[in-house]
């Protein structure tokens, strides 16, 4: 089943604009971990924030996590062309002691125009 | 090394064919995944081996059969597929087994087709 669900489906924005993608999840997470995914191609892990975490950066990457409202937040600056792709959240599913086991969102497809 | 490698990178296959998906990385990983994913949706998790040995199997048809040789090797052995099999399947890695915290590697799929 399905834990993290993101909206918007879908982004267009300008280069150099930024870009806020947001995930919902349904129950309890340890983590919770963001990845992009170019067209047709394999998922590229961008950043990881600990339930115990309310934010966190890397590099033009800002990451939120709300537990309270299960939710969390991908915001992208100053994008670029190159940032246009597809981007999961994933949380730690129930039962992860044989693996990490994890259990992916929807998806936001970015565009990013230049 | 920091790659995991997939072959074949496409696959066209009818169904009564028998084929095979190869998954190699040389990061020291031991948890290994096999990923389905369709057209505009999120990966769906498959098989998990956990130094090497089957520890998820998320109820996938027995026409699909996971294979663990070592611990850089991942197969995925196809028989008897359906059209709807149709989809890109994702290899990925992560160093340990049960920490949450593991990144996992993906590789770059195979892209399936079931005629």
């Known amino acids: 089943s399905q834990q993290g669900e993101e909206d918007p489906q879908a982004l267009s924005i300008q280069e150099g604009e930024n870009a806020t993608m947001n995930c919902s999840y349904k129950?309890?997470?340890?983590?919770l971990q963001w990845y992009r995914q170019n067209s047709g191609r394999g998922l590229v892990h961008l950043i990881l924030i600990r339930s115990n975490e309310r934010e966190k950066h890397s590099g033009r990457l800002r990451v939120t996590l709300d537990t309270s409202k299960k939710s969390s937040s991908l915001l992208i600056t100053a994008s670029r062309a190159a940032d246009t792709a597809s981007y999961f959240c994933a949380t730690d599913g129930v039962g992860s002691i044989y693996g990490n086991k994890l259990v992916f969102g929807a998806g936001t497809i970015l565009r990013v125009k230049s | 090394d920091t790659e995991v490698t997939q072959t074949p990178k496409h696959l066209v296959m009818g169904m009564t064919n028998k084929k095979s998906l190869k998954c190699e990385q040389h990061m020291g990983h031991r948890a290994m995944y096999w990923y389905k994913q369709k057209a505009k949706k999120p990966p769906e998790l498959m098989f998990v081996?956990?130094?090497?040995?089957?520890?998820i199997n998320e109820s996938v048809p027995s026409r699909f059969s996971p294979e663990c040789p070592n611990s850089s090797l991942l197969n995925l052995h196809l028989h008897a597929l359906q059209p709807e099999d149709s989809a890109l399947y994702l290899c990925?890695?992560?160093?340990?087994?049960?920490?949450?915290?593991?990144?996992?590697?993906f590789g770059p799929g195979t892209r399936l087709t079931v005629l």
């Open positions: 990925a890695s992560s160093p340990t087994k049960g920490r949450s915290t593991d990144t996992q590697y």
């Open positions: 129950t309890s997470i340890n983590n």
């Open positions: 081996y956990s130094y090497e040995k089957l520890s």
